[in-house]
C-alpha cells in the first residue's frame, strides 16, 4: 500500500464508499505490510504449501507431540527434525499418516501432495557415515517440493566412484555436499561443476575431527569456486537453501 | 565398455558393419563422458567471457605482472583480487586500460563487455568498514556480467535503516550479507527476504572477534533459514556464488 | 570509624567515659568496618531478604539436602541452582513448602515474601528451547523481589514477532535477553532499547555452536552500545545482576 | 497511535474536520511510530545531548574527517574513538576546538555542556598498562554527562591497595572494572559491592593470555554475582552501559 | 589422441594396416592409462591380499554385519576397526572364524593367510593406556602382512626403560610411537633413531589434554627429524601407513 | 665409577684379586650408575618410603586389581588414584586394610607409615565443589609423609573469609591452590603469601569455562609472582609437586 | 596485635603512659597488621634487598624512565623486564651504573650487592633460540640472590647432549626448563630429577606451535611427576617462583 | 657389547692378552654404545655426508654467521633454512661458494657432492604460493643427496591439471604433498597412489585458514590412508622424513 493508496482510501472514507470499520482495518495492517516483513509471515507460515517445521533436540516428548498437535489444526505440512523414535511414536497417535525417517531422525506429514519441481537437487556425500545429513536433507528437499537424487559413498579417497557420477551431479540445478572427516569431497566437486554448491560438513570422524570442526574449515577454505557452507549436520539448512536456489 | 566391446566394436568397423562416423563418436566419448570433467575444463578456463583470476596475496608485485602479462595473451577479462597499489601500476605499465579499485584492491582489465544481467545481486553491508569487501564482491559480480545493487550501513543496532531498504534487497534474485562484528544482520535478512543469502563474515571488530571468528559462527548458526557462508572477508567467493545463481 | 573519631574514642577511654571493655571492642571491629567488606557480609549473607543459594551442579543429593536443612535454621529465602527432580524430593522431606520449577531447575523456598519492586525486569528469549535459562532467571530475579515480565520466541528470524511485543520490553527497567544459535536477538534489541540489556548466551544449538560459543562471542562483540555478557546459560547470574540495577 | 486514535482520525476525515493531506501524513508516519523504534532514532541519534559516535579503527584520516565534518553541522557533541594522532590533527583543522587523549586515542568535540550526574561510575584498573582502556572508558562516560572516579593499579597481587580504595569504590552507582593478565578484580571488586560491575578484560599480557582470552574467560566465569561483561578492551561499550545505568 | 587420432585408427583397422589386438590395446589405455587412477581401483580394492576395511564407528550392528557379510563373498582379508563385542557377536554368527581383539577393538577375518615381510615394523608405546591404540595398530599391520614388535610401557618419565628397548627399536624398518598426555616420546625416539617415525598422539589424559590436543600438536613440533603424525588415536592409519614404507 | 676407578677394577681382575663375576656385574651396572638416571630409578620406584602409583581413569577393575596385587609383593606403601567404588571393592579383597576416599577416589594402602614432615603443606580452595581436587591432593601429600592443613571454600567472591585464614595459609611451606570458574584465587594468594604456590584449576563451572580452561589460563596469567601452575583437576601433580618443595 | 594487645593498649591511655598521639597512630596502623597482608607490603615492596620490579612492554620509553627515577630514590635493587635498548639508553642517562642484557631484554640496577645463596638454581633450555628466556630467568634470580646455572641446547632431539650434563641439573635445589617447539625437555628432566621442576614454555617455533601453545599443553600434560608451568616465555616468573622455593 | 663379550674382555685382561689402558678405553664406551645414541651422534652429526643444519628463525645475522663460520671447520654439507637476503650476504663473506634459494629462504654449501637416489621424492604441490615451502623441501632433499621432481599448480580445483601429471607423481618412491587452504590436494593422492604421503600444510590462505590450521585439521583427517603430516610450512620436516624413507 503506498501514498496514492492511502489518499485513495481517504477519499473513499471521505466519500463514504467505504465504512470507518473497513478502512480501519486495513490500516492496522499497515505496518506490516509496508515494512515487507509481513510477506515473510505470509510467506513461510501461513501460506498452504510451505511446511511447518520443529526443531525437536533438546525439546520433551510431550512437546513436540503439542506443537505438532496444534499444528495439525492449519492446513500445511509439518516437519519435524532430529526427532527420535519415540517422538515419533507419541506423534503417530495423533496422526497415524505420519511418516518417519529413522536414519535421518525425520517425521513428516503431509497434508497436500505438492508437484515436484522438474531440476533437481543432488546431494553427494562421502561416505556412508554421512547418511543421517543425507537422509535429513533428502526428507526436506523432498516436503518442499524437489526432486532429489542421492549420490552416496564417492569420497576423494577412491576419486574414480565420483567421476562415475558426474553425470548426474552435473544435470542437477543445486548440488548439496555432504562430508565429514576432512570434507575435501566439497572442493573437489566444487571444481568439477559450475552449479552452486552448499557444503554441510559433519561431525563423522573422530581425534582431531573436533566434532566436524576440521570438515567445516575446509570448506570454508576451499579453493574451489561456488562453494557455500551451512553448520555442521546442517542437512536442513542445506536443503532449504537449496530449494530456495531450485525453485528461483 | 570393456575390452570386449572394443574388440567387438573394432571387429564391426573391420568388417563395415559400422561407420568410421559413428565408432569415432563412440570412442571419442569414453575418456572425457565418462568421466566428464573436461567441461569443466572447457568452461572455468577455454569458454570466453569468463574472467581469469589472479589472487596477489603473497604474491610479489613482479608474480602478479607476469601472471597478468600471460593473461592478457588470451581473451578473457582478467581480475586480480588482494593486489596493493604498486601491484597496479605494474600492471598498468602494461596494460594501461586496467583499472583499480583501491577501497576493494581488485584490478579489472575488460577486454570485452558482456551484457548485464537483468536479475540483480543485492550486496547488503553492516557498515562502512565492510566496505573494502563490498567491493570486492561488488568487482567480482560486475566483470562477471551481473547487474548490482549496494546497500551499506543497515548493521541491526539502528534497525529502521535496514526496512528502509527492504524493497531494494527483496528485489534482488540472491543477495550477499556482508558483516563483522556480531554478523547478525544476516539472521535477520535471512528473516525477511526468501532469496538465497550468501554471508560473509568480515574481520571487522577487535577482542573477541578473534579476527572475524565471531561473526563467522554467527551466521553458521544463522536461526534463518536460506543463509548460507563463505570464508572471512572472501567478497570474491560470495560474488562467484552469487553469480551463478543469479545466471540460473 | 576515622581518624577523628579514633581520637575522641581514645579521649574517652582516657576521661573514663568510655570503659575499655567497650573501646576494645569497638576497636577489634575496626578492620572489617574500615575495609568495609562486613557491609558485604551483612548484606549478602546476614541481612534477612537476600536468599540464599545453592549451586547443585556436581553436587550429591545429600549434600544439597544437609546445605538447605542448615540455611533453613537462618530466616532468610532460599534458591538452589541446577536442581534436579531428585534434589528436590530429597529437600520437600525436610521442607514441605518448597517449590520446584522443573523447567528452570530451581528449587525455591519462600521464607518470607517481599514487596516487589514498581518497576520491572523484562526477560526476552529468542526460542523455546531458551526456556531453562529464562526460567532459572525469572525464579531468581522474583525471588529477589522483582516484577518480572516474559517475553519469549521472538527470535530475529521472525523478527515482526518481537515489533510485536516491543512495547513491553521498552517498558522495563532492565532487560535481559537469553539466545542461543547466533545470538543475534542481543544486538537487535540492544538497538532498540536504551535500557541496560544483560545478554546470556544460550548452549542451545548444535555443530559450530560449540556449546554456545557462538552465541556468546556474538553478544560480546554486539554492534550495538548498551549490551553486557553473562557466561552461557546464567540465568541466575543475569537476574542476580540484573536485580541490584533494577534496585537502584 | 492505537485503534481508536485511528477510528477518531478516520471520522475527522469523513467529517472534513481532517484534509486528506494531512491524514494522510499522519498515516505514513506509522508504520515507525507504532513500532516504536522512531524512538530509538530520535533518542540516538537526533536528541541532542548524545554523541555522535565515530569508531576510527580501520578508517583512513579522510574518512575520519570527513565524517566529523558531517557531523559538525548538527548540534551533538561528538566522540571519535581509536583515533590516532594524525587524525587528530586532521580534525583539528576543521574544529580548533576538538580535544584529544592521546593514552585514550580518544578525539571529543563538546557543541555544549551538560549538567553532569550527581551520581558517579567508578574507573577501576588493575594496571598502568591498562590505562588506555580506563581513559577511552572515562572520556566516553564524561562525554554522555557522567561524574567519573578513575582508581588505578589496584590489581589484585597487593590486595590492601584496593582496599584503601574501597570506600570511593562503593560510593559509585555503578562500577566499571578493567583488567588483563587474569581479570581477577573484577571477581574479587564483584564480592566486595552491590552495585552492577560492568568488567572489561584489556589484552595487556602476553603468552598464554592469548591477546584478551585469558581475562575474558576469567570474567565471564566469575564466581562473584553482579558482574556482566563487555569485548576485550572496549572501554566505549563499558561507559556506554554505565552510563545508562547510572541514569536509571 | 584426438579426434583425427581416432578416425586415423579406425581408417587403420578397417584398411587392415593394423590389426584389432593392436588397435584394442590403444582404446583400452584411453580412459584410465591417460588419468592413471585405474591402478589405484586395481591396487586397493580388488587385487587380492589387501584387506577390505571397515569403520565401524557410528554404524548399527546390522550395519557391519550385512557390509562384512558381502565383503565375505570375495576373497580379500577383511579388518574392522572400532567394532565392539555386540558387532563381533553378529559378525561371528556369518564367519566363525572371525578373532576379536576386544582391547584393539578390531575383527579381523583371514580368508588367506600372507606370508610376513622379513623386515618389521616397531609400535612403541608411553603407557599402559595407550595399549587400545597399539593393538588396533599392530592387527592392522599383522593383517596387511607385516612382521610387528611391540615395545609399551616406555614413557619418557623414566627414560632408562626406554633405552633398554632401543635395540629393537632401531631394527625395525620404521617405527610407530604411540603416546598420550604430553606426547614427548615421539621426539626423544625420533632423536635415537634414523628411521621413519610415524607418530600416533592418543587422546589418554585430562583436562588440558583437551582429547588428545596436547599429545598432537607437541608431534607436529617435534624438534626431531623424521617424525610425521597422524590423527589422534588412529592406529589403523598409522600402520597402514608403516605397512607400505615397510614394504618399499 | 670414573676412569681411575675402572682401571683400578680392570688391575684387580688382572690380579686376580676379583673374581671375573664379580667384575662384570659392576660393569654391567655402569650404563645406569654413570648416567645417574639409576638414581631415578632407586629413588622412585625401589625405594622403601616412596608409593607406588596406579592412575585409574581408562583401567578396567581387573587391570586395576591386578596392578595393585603384584604391587603387594614389594614393601612400598601404595596409591590408586581416580578410582571407583568398584575398583576398592576388588582392592579390598586382596588387601583388606586399604582405605578409600570416595570423595577424592583414591585408594590408599599404607604398608609402613612414615613419619610425617614438620612443615605443612596448606591446601586452599575456592569452593565445596573443588573438593575432589582438595581430597586427591591430602591423600597423595598425606602418604608422601607431609602434614597438611586444608582450607575450604574461601572464594574470593567472599574475601573476608579467605583473610581469616591467612595465619594458617602463611605458616605453610608450601602452599596449594585449588580452584574452578574464574580461579582468582590463586592470584589473590599469590600477592599474600611469600611462598611457592601451586595452582590447580578444576573443572568446577560450566559454559565459557570450557572444562576447566577459564580457570587455568587464569593462573597462567597471573598477576602475582610465585605462582605455578599444573593440569586441570591435578591433585595429584600439585601434591607430589609440594612435597617435593616441602622435603627440601 | 591481638586482643589483649588493645586492651593493654587501651590500658595506657587511661593510665596516661600513653598519649592519644601515638595510641592513634596504632590503632589505625591495625587493619593492615591485623589482617596479616601488611607484611606483604613490608615484605614485597619495602623491605630492602627485594627488587622493584618493573614490566616494560606497552610502556613509553618515559614512562619506563620514570618509574625507575622514582623508584631509584629507594634503597632495592630495580629489575626491569621486556627492556628495549631505547628504554635502556633512557635509564642508563639517569642511572650509569644501570646494566643491559641484551639478550633478555632486562635492565639491572644494583643499589647494594645480596650474598648469594649457596645452593643454585639450574636453568635448561632445549636450544639456542630459548636463550631470552633463559637470560631473563638467570638476570631476575641473580638479582634475587640465587646463585645459577645455565644448561643450553639440551633439547630432547640428541638425547645424549642433555645426559652429559644430568650432574650438575641433579645438583640444583631447583631446577628451571625453558623449551619452545614441543616442549618434551620438561618431561624428561622431570622424569630425572627429584627436585621442584619449574617449566617454562617459549613461543619459539611456527605453525601449529601457535606461539608457545603446543610447549605450554605439553609441559601442563607431562606424564613426570614435579614439574610445574608458567606463562609463555615468562622467565621473570619462573624465576622468581625458583627463587623462593631455593630460599626455603 | 653384551654380557660375554664383557666376560671375554675381563678374560683377556686377566690373561694378559688385553692391556688395561686398551680395556679401560673400551669400557669407557660402554654407555653410549650400549645404549645405542652414539650411533646417533655419530651418524647425524659426525659422519660425513649428513649435512648440517642451522634454522635461522629468531636468529641475528651475526648468530648465523657465527655458527656457519664454525660449521666450515667441519666436512659436512651445511643447510640453513628461514634464512633471509641479509643473512646469506653475510654467509656468502665467509663461504663464497654458498649458495641462497630465495624463494625456500634456504641457504646451501655442498663441501661434497653426493650421488644421487634411484629413487626419487615428488614435491606436488596445490598452488604458486606454496612455492616457498616447496623450494624448502626440495633444497633439503637434495642436498640430502635425493632426486627430486616438482609439480606445482595442480590444486584440488581444477582436478584434471593433477590427473595430467598422475605418472610422475606415481614413479615416486614417496611424494609430498604441499597445501594451503582446504588441504584437499593430500587425500586426493593419497587415494590415488599406493606411496607413503607426507602432506605438508601451508599457512597459504586467510579469514578461517588460521595461519594453516584448516589445512593441518584437513591433512590430519584424511581419508585416504597412507597419509602423515608434519608442521604446519615444515618443508624441512617433510623433506628429511622422506630423505630417509626414500633411502631405505
Known amino acids: 500500500m503506498n501514498k496514492s493508496d492511502v489518499r485513495r482510501l481517504l477519499e473513499s472514507v471521505k466519500d463514504g464508499r ?32 510451505y511446511p511447518e517445521v520443529v526443531y525437536c533436540a533438546g525439546k520433551t516428548v510431550k512437546q513436540v507431540k503439542d506443537t505438532i498437535q496444534f499444528m ?27 511418516g518417519y525417517n529413522s536414519l535421518g531422525r525425520v517425521i513428516t506429514i503431509r497434508k497436500r501432495e505438492e508437484p515436484l519441481t522438474d531440476s ?4 553427494v556425500a562421502a561416505g556412508t557415515s ?26 576423494v579417497a577412491g576419486i574414480h566412484r565420483l567421476f562415475s557420477k558426474m553425470e548426474v551431479i552435473r544435470g542437477a540445478k543445486v548440488v548439496i555436499v555432504v562430508a565429514g572427516m576432512e570434507g575435501a569431497l566439497a572442493s573437489v566437486i566444487g571444481g568439477l561443476v559450475d552449479k552452486p ?12 575431527n573436533f566434532g566436524g570442526l576440521a570438515a567445516l574449515l575446509s570448506m570454508l577454505n576451499s ?11 546442517n542437512g536442513f539448512g542445506a536443503a ?9
Open 18 to 49: 467505504m465504512g470507518i470499520e473497513e478502512a480501519s482495518k486495513q490500516i492496522e495492517d499497515l505496518p506490516y505490510k509496508d515494512l515487507g516483513f509481513a510477506k515473510v509471515d505470509n510467506h513461510r507460515e501461513i501460506r498452504v504449501g
Open 120 to 123: 533437481y537437487i543432488a546431494i
Open 197 to 208: 554448491v552448499i557444503a554441510v560438513p559433519t561431525s563423522v570422524g573422530y581425534g582431531a
Open 223 to 233: 579453493c574451489a569456486g561456488g562453494v557455500s557452507v551451512v553448520n555442521i549436520d
Open 72 to 98: 495439525l489444526t492449519k492446513e500445511n505440512n509439518i516437519l519435524a527434525t532430529r526427532a527420535n523414535e519415540e517422538m515419533y511414536q507419541a506423534v503417530k497417535e495423533i496422526c497415524p499418516e505420519a
Open 130 to 155: 554421512d547418511l543421517p545429513v543425507v537422509e535429513e536433507a533428502a526428507e526436506t528437499a523432498s516436503l518442499l517440493g524437489n526432486r532429489v537424487e542421492k549420490i552416496v559413498d564417492v569420497g
Open 240 to 248: 532449504y537453501n537449496a530449494s530456495i536456489i531450485n525453485k528461483l
